[in-house]
């Protein structure tokens, strides 16, 4: 890779800052600085997308406000006031409060971190179990390709929040079997696609050549067939979890999932529910949090798409 | 391959077709009865990784040792698991699905009975939901990366990302509360209930039918917004694909020529609409599954007296029997669905003979 001779011109970005220059060097030196270089590009194709940075930003907010959550929440999000209960946006309850008193604005900043829990968790389970499921399927092939490909067709043969409000009806309410309900649902999609990765590299002159060397079957599914997979795997991971979002408040407004007093999106709408007529702005916070995040993440996962696995387009 | 060579075995070819197919329908077939298996399996699972004791559900737990030794040899916990899922298989195909608790009736008849306001609110969502994806799709295709392709991306997004419940229970707010234009909960007003013959088992073609538009009209106030709602989803899905569908068919070459020989826009689109025909009806037969799967929630939203609504009752009272067999009937349809949409695609698609 760097053995080329340096370019007999300099382009104009050599003069300007030394980062940048090394950046965008016509040569990699260095692995680090083809990777950095590889990254840089990436970077620039994805900031040219507007949506796309519209959802990082948005995301990276979300981020924030779970992490600064007491600095930024102006009450305790727990803290019952009857006296003040079911009152207007003010200066003193930025978006009101609920029936029981409790401030909406720091009950939704709070959330804001039940909502990350769930999309990390979901994610953290989904991913592995999808990545292993698809590239052993699409690596052996035969019998074993056939039994776990079956397996996937059940799963896939129920629509997402019916089979996942099946699977909570049999653990029980709660945040963290909603979890589990979800990403049991939600892994079938991703072995699908880990495994239609795997039979496009299974047949590479570099797998065959590693496998020549006496290479396990282990280690060419761990170090060469894996990563392969990884770009659209992340794409699709980043995609889902929006969908996620949504079932997961989902269940919480049927009462399945995260259980009051907790400030889960879909639980508080659950709640406000019955006062919702008189008083809009219970139900109506909670759904512009969970729209804007799930929005962000599907406009996040497209802009992810044309940069790191552009042959999907569509 | 030479001419003489394909002239010389076109019979042959012909006999390997219908061989292949025949072939191809057969290894569907298992696959579908594979899958069928595994759903019920699945199901089964279920009901059986419950952390709640389907003896103390029954007898409460109060009753002493011997009530509670009985009532699990009477239910067959005591056999092996693999009988108890050739019992539990023999009572689905025998049709026995157990009784729901709320209403004392088999799960199978309450479902019956459910269904069909399932099934018109699923259908006009549906028709929403190509009335409008399939045109904004087309506009999206033909002007690509205009704002108009921008527009129809953007709504399409919003489409994926709102959350249908929410937004029903903002049209509550707003048409029902607020402006009154709509109906609130249920399909009809309560002073229409029973008013006119069910037939079709729509309480809107009932009335039309009947020519009461009085109760017509109530009808429709009621079942306008959460079918709205719910075509919501599946019109973004059909307006993506129909976008990328007919940018498939616009950058051929049939196109080109068109143009070339001087067909107007709008002669050239309908020429490519109509190649993309087989592919939109799989993909509007997949849409309905999807459809299904949204009711469950708009139902609750809107109180509408369908299966997902008595789903989610049976839900919070924890009757599993309700809980299963609605999950089972909806893998049952959407395993279906996807079998209809890929037969149709067969039969109707002539490249794939």
């Not at chain 1, 056939?146 to 945040?175: C, K, Q, S, Y």
């Not at chain 2, 003489?4 to 061989?19: I, K, N």
């Amino acid at each position: 890779m760097s053995q080329g001779p340096a370019p007999a011109t300099a382009p104009p970005e050599a003069s300007k800052s030394g980062l940048k220059a090394w950046l965008t060097a016509d040569v990699a030196l260095s692995t680090t600085q083809a990777a950095a270089q590889r990254a840089y590009f990436s970077w620039l194709r994805f900031q040219a997308n507007p949506l796309a940075l519209a959802g990082l930003v948005v995301l990276v907010l979300l981020l924030l406000m779970a992490i600064f959550a007491p600095l930024i929440a102006t009450h305790d999000p727990l803290l019952q006031n009857l006296e003040h209960r079911l009152q207007p946006s003010s200066a003193r309850h930025w978006l009101g409060t609920d029936e029981v008193g409790r401030d909406v604005f720091s009950r939704i900043v709070y959330g804001s971190r039940v909502t990350l829990y769930i999309v990390l968790l979901v994610a953290l389970i989904v991913a592995p179990i999808g990545l292993v499921v698809g590239t052993v399927a699409g690596y052996f092939g035969g019998l074993i390709d056939t039994a776990l490909m079956r397996i996937t067709d059940v799963f896939l043969a129920f629509p997402g929040l019916v089979l996942a409000l099946a699977f909570v009806a049999a653990l029980g309410p709660g945040l963290e079997n909603a979890v589990i309900a979800i990403a049991l649902t939600s892994w079938p999609g991703l072995a699908r696609l880990a495994r239609a990765e795997t039979l496009v590299v299974r047949s590479s002159d570099y797998i065959a050549a590693s496998r020549l060397q006496g290479a396990s079957s282990f280690r060419i599914i761990w170090r060469h067939i894996m990563p392969m997979c990884l770009p659209s795997l992340i794409v699709r991971v980043t995609l889902n979890m929006a969908g996620v979002i949504l079932t997961a408040a989902g269940l919480g407004f049927l009462g399945l999932g995260a259980q009051p007093p907790m400030p889960e999106w879909g639980t508080m709408l659950s709640t406000g529910r019955r006062f919702m007529l008189d008083h809009w702005w219970i139900a109506a916070y909670p759904g512009i949090a969970i729209l804007l995040v799930s929005l962000a993440f599907n406009l996040f996962g497209d802009g992810l798409r044309d940069v790191l696995d552009p042959r999907s387009e569509g | 391959m030479s001419a003489e060579g394909t002239v010389g075995v076109g019979r042959q070819r012909h006999g390997g077709a219908w061989v292949a197919r025949s072939k191809a329908a057969g290894r569907l077939a298992v696959t579908v009865f594979v899958t069928l298996i595994g759903l019920l399996l699945l199901t089964f699972l279920i009901g059986r990784v419950m952390p709640v004791d389907p003896v103390l559900a029954i007898i409460g737990d109060q009753a002493d040792e011997e009530t509670y030794r009985k009532v699990f040899t009477q239910l067959g916990l005591d056999r092996p698991l693999y009988m108890q899922f050739l019992y539990y298989l023999h009572d689905i195909f025998t049709g026995n699905f157990g009784t729901a608790i709320a209403t004392g009736h088999p799960v199978v008849q309450d479902i019956a009975r459910v269904f069909p306001a399932t099934m018109e609110l699923a259908t006009l969502a549906l028709i929403g939901g190509v009335l409008f994806g399939v045109p904004l799709g087309i506009l999206a295709a033909v002007y690509r990366g205009s704002w108009i392709d921008h527009l129809v991306r953007i709504f399409g997004l919003l489409g994926y990302s709102i959350p249908n419940f929410w937004l029903g229970l903002m049209a509550l707010v707003v048409f029902y509360a607020g402006l009154g234009w709509i109906g609130g909960s249920g399909r009809i007003s309560f002073h229409n209930i029973g008013v006119v013959e069910p037939v079709t088992g729509s309480v809107l073609l009932d009335a039309m039918i009947a020519g009461n538009w009085e109760v017509a009209e109530d009808a429709f106030r009621h079942v306008v917004m959460p079918a709205l709602i719910l075509a919501n989803t599946s019109m973004a899905y059909i307006s993506r694909m129909t976008r990328s569908f007919m940018l498939e068919q616009l950058n051929q070459e049939y196109v080109t020529t068109a143009r070339i020989k001087g067909l107007s826009g709008a002669r050239v689109t309908w020429h490519a609409f109509r190649n993309i025909g087989v592919q939109l009806l799989t993909v509007i037969v997949l849409a309905y599954g999807g459809l299904l799967d949204g009711a469950v929630l708009t139902e609750t939203v809107f109180g509408w007296p369908g299966f997902g609504q008595y789903l989610t009752a049976g839900l919070l009272t924890g009757d599993m029997n309700v809980v299963l067999t609605c999950t089972l009937m909806i893998g049952v349809i959407f395993l279906s669905l996807n079998m209809l949409s890929d037969m149709l695609y067969r039969v109707l698609d002539p490249r794939t003979k």
